[in-house]
């Protein structure tokens, strides 16, 4: 049981390219969410999906694009990278629907020069 | 919208000492959840306690104990014996009951000497 997992865990882009960062989890868990971390501040939601074929934005969707095919994956696409996207990125999830406590994948650095 | 604040940047305690964390939040809801998360240098987010806003008694896990005052809406995190291990970031994180976002605070470093 790998729990959330996420790749790469370092990139560096240039700007203007673009990438797929990738989630996967193997808990069955049907909520999935992508967050971004930059210095100084918490964790701030991108992105988030209640089940296969369902998504919805957060507080910063702005240049990030998801999608959810399968109930264990949720990519995250960067279009066009921005120096402005530097920050490290966690997936997460969670059990059923409403709140509760989430479990978090190690992260993703990413560096847009 | 709800909003997290942690008013202490950065804190350090003496190994086995006692700390206590603060956190205050804003919040028009009567349900919800309150969590605590440690990042450790390693990156990784750790949950190490959980309160339902809709039960009294305190939460407690091991040597870590919270002090919710609802009506203050306060929620602070005292870690007794410390050990130097629980050098990190810690988090104070708001969910609505019916929400799927959690609501971070912008941490505070904690450093534990030996």
């Known amino acids: 049981n790998a729990g959330v997992t996420q790749t790469p865990k370092f990139q560096v882009l240039k700007t203007g390219q673009s990438m797929t960062l990738q989630c996967a989890q193997d808990?069955?868990?049907?909520?999935m969410s992508w967050y971004r971390q930059d210095p100084g501040m918490g964790l701030r939601l991108i992105h988030y999906?209640?089940?296969?074929?369902?998504?919805d934005q957060g507080e910063v969707p702005n240049g990030y694009n998801v999608s959810r095919s399968t109930t264990e994956d949720f990519p995250l696409r960067l279009l066009s990278a921005a120096p402005s996207q530097t920050s490290v990125y966690f997936c997460?999830?969670?059990?059923?629907?409403?709140?509760?406590?989430?479990?978090f994948g190690p992260g993703t650095r990413l560096t847009v020069t | 919208a709800q909003t997290v604040t942690q008013s202490q940047p950065e804190m350090s305690v003496q190994e086995a000492e006692t700390v206590t964390l603060s956190c205050t939040y804003d919040t028009s809801e009567n349900n919800y959840y309150l969590f605590w998360y440690k990042q450790p240098p390693s990156r990784q987010m750790i949950l190490v306690i959980r309160?339902?806003?809709?039960?009294?008694q305190n939460a407690t896990e091991n040597r870590f104990s919270v002090n919710f005052q609802k009506a203050a809406k306060s929620f602070s995190l005292k870690i007794s014996d410390s050990q130097l291990g629980d050098t990190a970031m810690y988090f104070c994180?708001?969910?609505?009951?019916?929400?799927?976002?959690?609501?971070f605070g912008k941490g505070t470093k904690l450093s534990v000497i030996p």
């Open positions: 997460a999830t969670k059990i059923g629907t409403g709140a509760g406590e989430q479990y």
């Open positions: 999906s209640v089940g296969a074929g369902i998504t």
């Open positions: 994180a708001f969910a609505g009951a019916g929400s799927y976002q959690l609501t």
């Open positions: 808990m069955n868990h049907e909520y």
């Open positions: 309160q339902e806003a809709y039960k009294q």
